[in-house]
């Protein structure tokens, strides 16, 4: 039995390592890849998985996790900045959409209500990994379609709350859809208030205190005790484990470990998420759009023309330009992984038959494929609406300048941007450290810097500058490859003890590298010389002549790449 068990997980693999970089070369991105190979494999397919029941339940928690992260993601702070556009602009989307859809379902189709009430807000929702990566391949975040399309996302995941909290309570014969709705917000405030209690008073004491103890095996185990651990007393409460792992999300969202948490949780988050998206590509049967395709593609482009047409309304209602807001709605026209997750936790709660949860799945496939088209289109029509006014066209803001060790002369440098008004953020290894200085109000949070999922999600792809002041000479030399390495146009300086140590540094990948040593030498040396009468010039010609020979015949302040030496 194990031996089975192991052969379908190689043929899974297998079949994600060939399938998600097709659709990545061609454009259609991860998602699509791994519903197709889920296809090829499963039931519909090559019929090659023997345990496709026991893998779906698997796959469960790529779920889990996937909410887990969007918890992370949606910081109060954040909402606070986008809110007329996340609570204004998004509300009204996801509930315009919803109840039109769920409208036509009831009306048209000929659904039962309950099911119709769970289809019309589960097609509202977009895919948010889908569209945030083609927006990050375009360079459009910082677009003004782009930022709008982001604050809408941002409110449909919020929206999945109420709405894994509705599935169950649909499906309770007693209960009316007014009292079903009402529980099911009374049940969203209530998670909100443990969030504010246990983030403030639970949760960051037992990180700092795992963390303290610097063993990087204990704190993955905390972190993936604290997902599953959260997904099942949910579940024993009476309501989803993918609503569990949101709030334990939500109580580290502000939380100064959270960096270093993502980091963690990342190669779980990813592979558990591609298994479940192989297992709904496992459960679609094929046969059933060959026998009805003209209906699956008619509403699937009913589905687009619904979306397209609410948000371009409300985007020209909330000031955005005709281009603009075409934009939007182009590309948040498709359905998304959510609505896959909302439809797998109606039909286990049978509020959908086979045949109608078969349909949903064809046709919030089919959207995702048509999505790349969708937002080449979206593309071209933000770009046509910015050119008329290029001279009004906004630039984005510059990332922060990004600091690997927060010591003391990390901290010394964080006060001298700071004074400059230059944005930074800063990480280190030393909880203590990291709580302190937050206290203080520096912008600091606890990781790895030589992970790099934890520099990744600092947004050290974006930063202007990369700054590594850590002590530990080895940690340094692994933080300036691993950065060099994933991104190559990053600025980095670093801090080196000596000049051998400066010279590797600039080897792997540092723009700037400084000893400290001898800048304490030379400014030092430099107060002597003043002290006895020589003159300025002389002065800075002989240090910086004495600099040049130290460093081994090599300008530091220049603007020279550094060499790709291979490290040794």
């Given at each position: 039995m194990a031996a089975n068990y192991i052969l379908d997980i190689v043929i899974l693999l297998a079949a994600a390592v060939v399938a998600v970089p097709l659709f990545r070369v061609v454009g259609f991105g991860a998602v699509p890849g791994f519903l197709v190979a889920g296809v090829v494999v499963g039931p519909a397919g090559l019929a090659l998985i023997d345990n496709v029941t026991e893998i779906s339940r698997l796959s469960e928690l790529g779920v889990v996790f996937l909410l887990f992260v969007v918890g992370i993601e949606l910081k109060p702070s954040r909402l606070w900045l986008m809110r007329r556009q996340v609570f204004g602009l998004g509300t009204l989307q996801v509930l315009l959409t919803g109840v039109l859809i769920t409208a036509a379902v009831y009306l048209l189709l000929d659904v039962a209500f309950p099911a119709a009430a769970v289809i019309g807000p589960a097609l509202a929702l977009s895919s948010t990994a889908f569209v945030l990566q083609l927006l990050a391949e375009r360079r459009s975040l910082h677009s003004e379609y782009g930022r709008t399309s982001l604050a809408v996302l941002l409110l449909q995941d919020l929206a999945v709350v109420p709405l894994l909290a509705l599935?169950?309570?649909?499906?309770?014969?007693?209960?009316?859809?007014?009292?079903?709705?009402?529980?099911?917000?009374?049940?969203?405030?209530?998670?909100?208030?443990?969030?504010?209690?246990?983030?403030?008073?639970?949760?960051?004491?037992?990180?700092?205190?795992?963390?303290?103890?610097?063993?990087?095996?204990?704190?993955?185990?905390?972190?993936?005790?604290?997902?599953?651990?959260?997904?099942?007393?949910?579940?024993?409460?009476?309501?989803?484990?993918?609503?569990?792992?949101?709030?334990?999300?939500?109580?580290?969202?502000?939380?100064?470990?959270?960096?270093?948490?993502?980091?963690?949780?990342?190669?779980?988050?990813?592979?558990?998420?591609?298994?479940?998206?192989?297992?709904?590509?496992?459960?679609?049967?094929?046969?059933?759009?060959?026998?009805?395709?003209?209906?699956?593609?008619?509403?699937?482009?009913?589905?687009?023309?619904v979306k397209f047409s609410v948000l371009w309304v409300l985007a020209l209602a909330f000031g955005l330009g005709v281009r603009t807001g075409a934009a939007v709605a182009m590309l948040l026209a498709q359905s998304g992984e959510f609505g896959l997750v909302l439809f797998g936790y109606a039909f286990q709660a049978e509020l959908l038959d086979t045949g109608l949860f078969q349909q949903l799945l064809l046709v919030v496939v089919l959207s995702m494929l048509v999505t790349p088209l969708l937002a080449n289109l979206a593309q071209r029509q933000a770009s046509a609406a910015i050119r008329p006014a290029a001279e009004h066209h906004e630039e984005p803001a510059k990332a922060p300048v990004v600091l690997a060790g927060f010591g003391r002369g990390g901290r010394r440098i964080g006060e001298i941007l700071t004074s400059a008004s230059v944005p930074y953020v800063a990480i280190d290894q030393d909880s203590s450290l990291v709580l302190r200085e937050r206290a203080n109000g520096h912008p600091v949070f606890y990781g790895d810097g030589r992970k790099p999922d934890v520099l990744r999600s600092l947004g050290v792809a974006d930063a202007s500058l990369v700054i590594v002041t850590v002590n530990d000479f080895e940690a340094t030399e692994d933080i300036v490859a691993a950065l060099h390495r994933a991104h190559p146009d990053v600025t980095i300086l670093?801090?080196?003890?000596?000049?051998?140590?400066?010279?590797?540094?600039?080897?792997?990948?540092?723009?700037?590298?400084?000893?400290?040593?001898?800048?304490?030498?030379?400014?030092?040396?430099?107060?002597?010389?003043?002290?006895?009468?020589?003159?300025?010039?002389?002065?800075?010609?002989?240090l910086r002549r004495f600099r040049e020979d130290y460093y081994g015949n090599f300008d530091v302040t220049s603007a020279q790449e550094p060499p790709n030496a291979p490290r040794s």
């Open positions: 599935v169950p309570l649909l499906a309770m014969q007693q209960f009316s859809i007014g009292t079903d709705i009402t529980i099911a917000l009374v049940e969203a405030f209530v998670i909100l208030l443990a969030v504010v209690v246990g983030g403030r008073y639970l949760l960051q004491p037992i990180l700092h205190r795992v963390a303290h103890t610097r063993s990087k095996e204990i704190f993955t185990a905390v972190t993936v005790l604290l997902v599953l651990g959260s997904a099942v007393l949910t579940e024993r409460l009476g309501l989803s484990m993918a609503m569990g792992a949101f709030i334990a999300g939500l109580l580290i969202a502000d939380s100064p470990f959270r960096h270093e948490v993502i980091a963690e949780i990342e190669p779980f988050r990813g592979l558990l998420l591609g298994l479940f998206f192989m297992s709904m590509g496992m459960s679609l049967e094929i046969s059933q759009f060959v026998a009805e395709p003209i209906l699956t593609l008619g509403l699937l482009c009913a589905l687009i023309v670093a801090r080196g003890h000596n000049a051998s140590q400066c010279q590797a540094l600039r080897q792997l990948g540092a723009r700037l590298a400084i000893s400290e040593n001898l800048e304490a030498s030379l400014d030092l040396a430099r107060e002597a010389l003043v002290h006895e009468l020589v003159g300025a010039d002389q002065t800075e010609a002989l």
